[in-house]
């Protein structure tokens, strides 16, 4: 079937390939939080960004092919309820924004900023910080060598505009980290995966960037 990206509490995963990557897609938790599983196609390594809720959830997703790392991509707890739980019972290193670690009660084994890699067997990620949501929220960018570039923006970017914010000053610093470090740099074909809902392309909502400053929100 086709990837779609449209998941939901208690409903089945949705996967696509990109290239050597398999992207997992699936909901979890009250707060309908989204969890990826990546695989690499060649050497079967997988790693999971956010280990949400729901762990024997994500377990049986994980199966018998092991896990590698987990990131995490900031410190809010729905992002990382189930982190303790699926790291014990499968070893897995864990990455997170260095600036958000100490909000995370589970021992953060790669520390990571900006121009840091997470290896997937032979795919690589590279670590980009995006400040505002929290001091140290991550977002993890696969560039496909024969395809797109595909985004896990964590709370930052959603479809409609970027995340929510607590102190003033903290939006500017939002919409203008995810401006200049997602939107400035990728192109429109750049496909994001959030931390909860649907996915989107970055040239999908490009042209919203004016209206997002306007609301304020």
Not at 39 to 62: K, P, V, W
Not at 129 to 135: A, D, F, K, L, S
Not at 146 to 151: N, T, W
Request: net charge negative.
């Amino acid at each position: 079937m086709t990837y779609t990206g449209e998941v939901e509490v208690g409903g089945a995963a949705d996967t696509q390939d990109a290239g050597d990557l398999q992207i997992t897609k699936v909901a979890v938790g009250p707060m309908s939080n989204n969890a990826y599983l990546l695989r690499c196609n060649l050497t079967g390594e997988q790693a999971l960004i956010d280990a949400a809720n729901e762990a024997d959830t994500l377990l049986a997703l994980i199966g018998e092919g092991g896990l590698a790392r987990v990131a995490t991509t900031h410190r809010h707890q729905d992002h990382w309820d189930a982190l303790a739980e699926v790291v014990d019972a499968t070893g897995a290193e864990t990455v997170a924004g260095e600036r958000d670690v100490e909000g995370i009660p589970v021992a953060t084994s790669h520390p990571v900023a900006t121009g840091a890699r997470m290896r997937v067997g032979s795919c690589e990620l590279e670590i980009i910080e995006i400040v505002g949501h929290t001091p140290g929220s991550i977002a993890l960018a696969y560039d496909d060598p024969d395809g797109i570039v595909h985004l896990f923006t964590g709370d930052s970017l959603f479809p409609g505009g970027v995340g929510k914010t607590w102190e003033p000053g903290d939006f500017d610093t939002l919409v203008d980290e995810v401006e200049s470090k997602l939107f400035d740099r990728f192109g429109d074909d750049t496909h994001f995966y959030p931390g909860h809902g649907n996915d989107s392309t970055l040239g999908a909502e490009r042209a919203s960037i004016p209206a997002w400053r306007e609301r304020g929100w």
